[in-house]
Structure formats: C-alpha cells, structure tokens
C-alpha cells in the first residue's frame, strides 16, 4: 500500500494550495482517509480527516479555511487550504486507515512565508 502526496509549496500569507493523495494498493474503497501536518518541533496533529465515507472531523485552526474532498471511486483524497497562515507551516501526511492499519503517505512541504 502506498500514499501518493503532491501539492505542496510555497505561498504567501492569504493565499492557496491543494494537497492531493492517491493510495494504491487496495482494491477496495478506503473509508478513513485524510491529512496530518507536523510543524518544525512540535507533534503531528491532525488536520482534516474522513472518519467514515461520509464524517469528517477538522482540527480547530483549519475550520473554515480548510475543505477536504474525496473521488471514492478512485480512493484519492484533496485539501484546499485557503487563507493561509504562517502558523499553517508544515510538512502534511497522508494518512489512511485499512482493516484496522494505519498507513502513511511520505509528506509534502506547505511553507507559508512573505
């Protein structure tokens, strides 16, 4: 099974970028299914996530700025991050949960700077 991420970059403050993630690997629709970020000396924390087909739970910081979107068919998974902060710093993961196993994709960089 692996975690396909792209996206990522540089941006200033304001502005956009969306992450995307493919797993391959499982020939079945993967409920739980979606994003973590670990900042520069602090502990990965979750973003937004697919907690069921259709539940999702986002971290307090992203509401409202953040949507998470899904193509079932296709087991990919989307973040659009709009208003972005520099505190939004960070390397994002995939993350996916299988038969009870957690997978992780190898994390792409969002740096928000002027």
């Known amino acids: 099974v692996q975690l396909q991420a792209s996206g990522g970059g540089l941006v200033q403050p304001g502005g956009s970028l969306k992450l995307s993630c493919a797993v391959s690997?499982?020939?079945?629709?993967?409920?739980?299914l979606g994003w973590y970020r670990q900042a520069p000396g602090k502990q990965r924390e979750l973003v937004a996530l697919?907690?069921?087909?259709?539940?999702?739970a986002y971290a307090e910081a992203v509401k409202g700025r953040f949507t998470i979107s899904r193509e079932n068919a296709e087991n990919v998974v989307y973040l659009q991050m709009n208003s972005l902060k520099p505190e939004d710093t960070a390397v994002y993961y995939c993350?996916?949960?299988?038969?009870?196993?957690?997978?992780w994709g190898q994390g792409t960089l969002v740096t928000v700077s002027s």
């Open positions: 993350y996916s949960n299988y038969n009870i196993r957690p997978y």
């Open positions: 697919y907690t069921s087909r259709t539940a999702i």
């Open positions: 690997g499982i020939d079945d629709s993967v409920n739980i």
